[in-house]
């Protein structure tokens, strides 16, 4: 089955959910939060797997959210600044609240989530990928808490979870420099389990493992 950001195959009791918005770094759309949690409740409600393995396409594994998408425009009424202020938060913490939920779908999956990681894994797909059972990546992968770098914070889970995976002062050095954690590094302190050659080694390898 297809979605707007997501192909959605089972076979052998193993879903595969496959990121499909390449062009776009797989960056994370309305639709993207939307349909996850039901792709996974849905798999997870019906038993219809034993485990859930998520890759992507293209080089990059996800780009984090698609801020373009999200962004609001001037307000329209005669409403003072301070009103459009008070409105603009309001709005931006709900929508926090309402991502957090939809990445929390893997956290209270029943069965097994396995991410396959290539290229970029970036702001927000660090919140998705650290909600899921295990992780592996290929040897360009790369993690990255990208939020600092553009003035916001990490607001989707990404904390909580990560502290929970690596040790809390490397998840602050990442959370306050931005920089780039290599799969090297990320295997040497827990955040993946394996580190393949290539995208089909790495697919190919995580979905035998799910069997």
Known sequence: M?????????EDRIAHIVLTRPEKRNSM??????DLPAIVEGIDGYAKARAIVISSTGPHFCAGMDLASFGGGAVQDQTTAR???IRHGASFYDGALHMQRSLSCLEACRIPVLAAVQGGCIGGGVDM???????????????TIFEIN?????????????????????VRELAYTGRRMSAGE?????????????????????LEIAR
């Not at 990928?129 to 993690?143: G, L, N, P």
């Not at 553009?150 to 490397?170: S, Y």
């Not at 990320?186 to 995580?206: I, T």
Request: hydrophobic fraction near 45%.
């Open 129 to 143: 990928v650290s909600a899921c059972d295990m992780r592996y990546a290929t040897e360009d992968a790369y993690f």
């Open 150 to 170: 553009i003035g916001m914070t990490a607001d989707v889970g990404t904390f909580p979870r990560l502290c929970k995976l690596i040790p809390e002062g490397i």
């Open 2 to 10: 297809d979605y707007e950001s997501f192909s959605v195959k089972i």
């Open 29 to 34: 759309i309305p639709a993207f939060w939307r």
């Open 186 to 206: 990320a295997k040497e302190v827990g955040l993946v389990n394996r580190v393949y050659a290539d995208q089909e080694a790495m697919v190919e390898g995580v």
């Open 83 to 85: 009103t459009a202020r």
